[in-house]
């Protein structure tokens, strides 16, 4: 069944007639439309309109197929599409003032949604997998570059600068969110980067990532400097990992995953140095649904993409991380990345 009649069944179960999309991952993935926020998709019972200002018209008739509607007063012209129909809105992106001004549009009442086109955004198409797959490469590349410049005395800051500049020359829009921790700070998995200079004997944890037109990967790594004083919490993240890579599969539920992290750790005693989620969905956002928690009742399916990472957490000691991306498959769980699976020395 197509995207938008899914979604139209799902709108009749829950009593809408029609719909307003404006996540803009989502309006990209039900458009194509590739541009920032501002433009919306209105889905009524027999019409799906992209609807935006003057300033999207050139780019939305090149990159969609939808009708396309250019409008100065959105929520008027909403409001004579949808017309009697009651109304879905996405909960989680419509501001109070925005939900104000559309109910003194509107003849109904809209109705408060989530997750329904995210939902249909979880398993990936052959040509998303292949945009992840050049996302990949160029963070495994990337990888490679910042362990030659991740030296003691290096500030985290510059590493930092150093690793998205690198990625953007390598073809990336962007390095997603960088973070770079070094010493007790890495304690912290998203800290922002500091002027604190590197040192040896510590570890130093580097999150990064790729963005190719639109869709994400994210690499961690904790890198060691010299000799390491805290090796057993770097084995442990990283015997850890293995255990909760081994456990992606069809059919899995989320938590399964999860699991097989803490058991790890739990048999060290060090269950409570686990920080939730070990790790998430991916794809047009750096973090979609399908967490890898303890309470998560999400079952896995071929297709999907997510991060998988549990990371070991000492507050005023340190901490360490080792993650990559999966596709999920009828097999297991295969990665995107070509990174060794093992921390790295400098």
Known sequence: MKTLDRLRNVLASIGADSMLVSQPENVRCLSGFTGPQGAVVVITSDRTVFLSDAGHELQARNETSLEVDITADRD????????????????NHVTVSALRALNGKLKAEPIATEGNVEGMRLVKSDEEVALLREAARITDRAFAHVQ????????????????????RLAGAISAGDVTVSSGIRSAAPRIAPS???????????????????????????????????????LDLATAAQAAAVAAVGQGVYAREVYGAARDVLERHDLADAIL??????????????RTLAADSSEVLAPGMVMTVG????LPGVGGARVDEVLIVTERGGDSLSEALNRPAST
């Open 276 to 289: 939730e989620p070990v790790g998430h969905g991916t794809g047009l956002r750096s973090r979609e649904a």
């Open 76 to 91: 008027k012209r909403l409001s004579e599409l949808v017309g009697n129909a009651r109304m879905a809105f996405e909960a």
């Open 195 to 233: 002027a604190r200079p590197l040192q040896q004997g510590e570890l130093v944890t580097l999150g990064f990532g790729a963005v190719v037109q639109g869709y994400h990967t994210h690499l961690t790594r904790s890198v060691v400097m010299g000799t390491l004083t805290l090796r057993h919490l």
């Open 148 to 167: 030659t410049i991740t030296r003691a005395g290096t500030t985290e800051v510059r590493v930092s600068q150093d690793l998205e500049r690198w990625i």
């Open 310 to 313: 549990p990371g070991v957490y």
